[in-house]
């Protein structure tokens, strides 16, 4: 018999914060003025995420940013408040995959949570939560479209700008065509028009943006079995703050407390966007739940 035990994640209170703060102003060589100094500060914290990524972040019918991703930065900011002892409020900007790391790299943001793939090229700018979610990365088709073009090769496929989807698809399909758009939403418009016959991303945000633009029309995704290569979604953050990204880090791993039973706080989130009365119906498959409780790494 094996037996497997999960010990409960500590929370991150105020005594510990404080000794962490403490500790950054004295270790040499760590910035003293760092995004929780500055939230203790000005009780503001500046996040981005996306308005194209359904249900992950997109734009309700007031144009209010809303979605799993900004659920989950209400979570980060309810922490904050709470640590902090003081209100925290939020500023939510809109960004694109073209300025997401920009935006952090320059100290406009102190968070983007969306559907961003950590590189190693990204992290010489920036640097990256524990993993939020993982997918597989797919081409949508309008199955008409397959009795003309049934291979993928044969396509022109609309990408985003500023997205590892591309060089996904290099790599998997030598000598494929790609065509880039500021957006996924301006992706899927052309393909609507028929300026391309597929458009690449994440399966889920596929899904999203056919029920979005075309909730009459038959799709299909591509490869039908496994997916060309899986791709991890993380929060971006400022480089070198460790303080702030183990806060972050603390709170994300705090949520996924009870996931191994498929419950707790973050199954509620997912729930909420992705189960049966959800936006849509994405399941959270066992290697995907696995392999965000392996994120977990630290000693208790």
Same mark, same amino acid.
């Given at each position: 018999?094996?037996?497997?035990?999960?010990?409960p994640?500590?929370?991150?209170?105020?005594?510990?914060?404080?000794a962490?703060?403490?500790?950054?102003?004295?270790?040499p060589?760590?910035?003293?003025?760092?995004?929780?100094?500055?939230?203790?500060?000005?009780?503001?914290?500046?996040?981005?995420?996306?308005?194209?990524?359904?249900?992950?972040a997109?734009?309700?019918?007031?144009?209010?940013?809303?979605?799993?991703?900004?659920?989950?930065?209400?979570?980060?900011? +309810? &922490?904050?408040? $709470?640590?902090?002892?003081?209100? !925290?409020?939020?500023?939510?900007? *809109?960004?694109?995959?073209?300025? %997401?790391?920009?935006?952090?790299?320059?100290?406009?943001?102190?968070?983007?949570?969306?559907?961003?793939?950590?590189?190693?090229?990204?992290?010489?700018q920036?640097?990256?939560?524990?993993p939020?979610?993982?997918?597989?990365?797919?081409?949508?088709?309008?199955?008409?479209?397959?009795?003309?073009?049934?291979?993928?090769?044969?396509?022109?496929?609309?990408?985003?700008?500023?997205?590892?989807?591309?060089?996904?698809?290099?790599?998997?399909?030598?000598?494929?065509?790609?065509?880039?758009?500021?957006?996924?939403d301006?992706?899927? +418009? &052309?393909?609507? $028009?028929?300026?391309?016959?597929? !458009?690449?991303?994440?399966?889920? *945000?596929?899904?999203?943006?056919? %029920?979005?633009?075309?909730?009459?029309?038959?799709?299909?995704?591509?490869?039908?079995?496994?997916?060309?290569?899986?791709?991890?979604?993380?929060?971006i953050?400022?480089?070198?703050?460790?303080?702030?990204?183990?806060?972050?880090?603390?709170?994300?791993?705090?949520?996924?407390?009870?996931?191994?039973?498929?419950?707790?706080?973050?199954?509620?989130?997912?729930?909420?966007?992705?189960?049966?009365?959800?936006?849509?119906?994405?399941?959270?498959?066992?290697?995907?739940r696995?392999?965000?409780?392996?994120?977990?790494?630290?000693?208790?």
């Amino acid at each position: 018999m094996v037996l497997s035990f999960r010990f409960p994640r500590p929370r991150l209170g105020r005594p510990l914060l404080s000794a962490l703060l403490v500790l950054a102003a004295l270790l040499p060589g760590v910035a003293a003025a760092g995004t929780l100094d500055r939230l203790k500060e000005t009780g503001v914290l500046r996040a981005g995420t996306r308005a194209d990524a359904i249900p992950f972040a997109y734009e309700d019918g007031s144009g209010k940013p809303v979605g799993f991703s900004v659920d989950l930065i209400e979570e980060i900011r +309810a &922490a904050a408040e $709470k640590s902090l002892g003081r209100p !925290v409020t939020l500023d939510l900007s *809109v960004i694109t995959p073209a300025n %997401r790391i920009q935006q952090v790299a320059e100290g406009k943001l102190d968070i983007v949570c969306e559907i961003t793939t950590p590189t190693w090229d990204r992290e010489k700018q920036v640097d990256f939560s524990v993993p939020i979610f993982r997918d597989g990365t797919r081409i949508l088709a309008f199955r008409d479209t397959l009795r003309t073009t049934p291979n993928p090769k044969d396509m022109l496929i609309g990408v985003a700008e500023g997205t590892t989807t591309a060089t996904i698809l290099e790599e998997a399909l030598p000598g494929v065509r790609i065509k880039s758009y500021p957006t996924m939403d301006a992706a899927f +418009a &052309a393909l609507g $028009k028929g300026e391309v016959q597929g !458009v690449a991303n994440i399966g889920v *945000v596929l899904l999203g943006l056919s %029920r979005k633009f075309e909730p009459g029309r038959s799709v299909v995704l591509l490869p039908r079995a496994a997916p060309f290569g899986n791709e991890t979604m993380a929060c971006i953050l400022p480089q070198n703050d460790s303080l702030w990204r183990d806060f972050v880090n603390h709170t994300i791993v705090g949520l996924e407390d009870g996931l191994a039973d498929y419950r707790g706080r973050y199954m509620e989130l997912h729930d909420k966007w992705f189960g049966r009365g959800g936006v849509m119906v994405y399941p959270l498959d066992r290697s995907t739940r696995d392999y965000l409780l392996q994120s977990d790494i630290w000693a208790r």
